[in-house]
């Protein structure tokens, strides 16, 4: 019997690989790739932090796909299931976006949002 497939605490699209992707290539030589976290901040409690990294810290969840590495911070895991990582380029302005089931609400700048634990029973078998 073949192992279970391990769950992935985020997703990225295929805009979002590309651009960490470009990222690794051009940062320092031994980044890896994206440390994903959040941390307290902003007008709606909570800010998304990322940050090129040469390897995991202990306890980060490591999600590879589409050819690249997210090293998710232990701390955020419950705030980032089931989250999509996207990548957009608008008339007036590029960046990460995050499609997260667990935000409760946002900021009007879109530079900060409000979380909620993820509901675990959504994610049982």
């Known amino acids: 019997m073949a192992p279970a497939a391990k769950f992935k605490v985020m997703t990225l699209t295929d805009a ?23 941390k307290k901040g902003g007008c709606a409690g909570m800010e998304y932090t990322m940050d090129m990294v040469d390897g995991a810290q202990a306890g980060d969840d490591v999600i590879e796909d589409k050819g690249v590495k997210l090293f998710v911070d ?16 608008t ?14 609400s946002a900021c009007g700048c879109g530079e900060s949002v409000s979380l909620q634990e993820a509901d675990l029973s959504a994610f049982a078998r």
């Open 74 to 89: 232990p701390s955020a895991v419950l705030f980032l299931l089931g989250t999509e990582m996207d990548f957009e380029v």
């Open 16 to 38: 979002a690989a590309n651009r960490v992707k470009e990222l690794v290539e051009n940062g320092d030589k031994n980044a890896a790739g994206l440390r994903v976290g959040i």
């Open 91 to 104: 008339k007036f302005r590029s960046g990460f976006v995050f499609k997260n089931p667990n935000e409760v």
